[in-house]
């Protein structure tokens, strides 16, 4: 799915190379050991990302803002909360970061950054067919 052709686009295609590295250091029993990187790398990222990503929603007056700026919140939340269960001691955390972040791809991304390049879609066909005023 395709939302900027630039960096919002290539945020999101980090964030699938960092799920898939998780996916493949927890499926060869490597997942504590790349944890702590991987989450500062994910909190660090993520916090970059959506602050370009609304940015872009404000640039465009996308309606829903609020509302996506409320799931990016309690994503940064859930990383962070994951840090510090990490930093704990916790050895659940890999599991429960890739559930975190399938989830992210599945339902976010997948669906609320699509209606943002619907909303985006829409805008174009309504200027398409907006007559042009002549000087």
Same mark, same amino acid.
């Given at each position: 799915?395709?939302?900027?052709?630039? =960096?919002?686009?290539?945020?999101?295609?980090?964030?699938?190379?960092?799920?898939?590295?998780?996916? %493949?250091? %927890?499926?060869?029993?490597?997942?504590?050991?790349?944890?702590a990187r991987l989450?500062?790398?994910?909190?660090?990222? %993520?916090?970059?990302?959506?602050?370009?990503?609304?940015?872009?929603?404000?640039?465009?007056?996308? =309606?829903?803002?609020?509302?996506?700026?409320?799931?990016?919140?309690?994503?940064?939340?859930?990383?962070?909360?994951?840090?510090?269960?990490?930093?704990?001691?916790?050895? %659940?955390?890999? =599991?429960?970061?890739?559930?975190?972040?399938?989830?992210w791809l599945s339902?976010?991304?997948?669906?609320?950054?699509?209606?943002?390049?619907?909303?985006?879609?829409?805008?174009?066909?309504?200027?398409?067919?907006? =007559?042009?005023?002549?000087?």
């Amino acid at each position: 799915m395709v939302i900027d052709q630039g =960096p919002i686009d290539q945020d999101h295609q980090t964030l699938v190379r960092q799920v898939n590295e998780l996916h %493949t250091a %927890t499926s060869e029993g490597r997942g504590q050991d790349i944890v702590a990187r991987l989450l500062e790398e994910l909190v660090r990222d %993520t916090v970059e990302h959506i602050r370009r990503e609304e940015h872009f929603m404000e640039t465009i007056g996308y =309606p829903q803002l609020a509302q996506h700026k409320a799931g990016h919140d309690n994503f940064v939340a859930e990383l962070r909360e994951l840090q510090e269960k990490f930093a704990a001691g916790s050895i %659940t955390v890999a =599991p429960r970061l890739s559930m975190l972040l399938r989830d992210w791809l599945s339902l976010h991304i997948r669906r609320y950054d699509k209606d943002i390049a619907v909303f985006l879609r829409k805008q174009k066909r309504e200027a398409a067919r907006t =007559p042009r005023s002549r000087a």
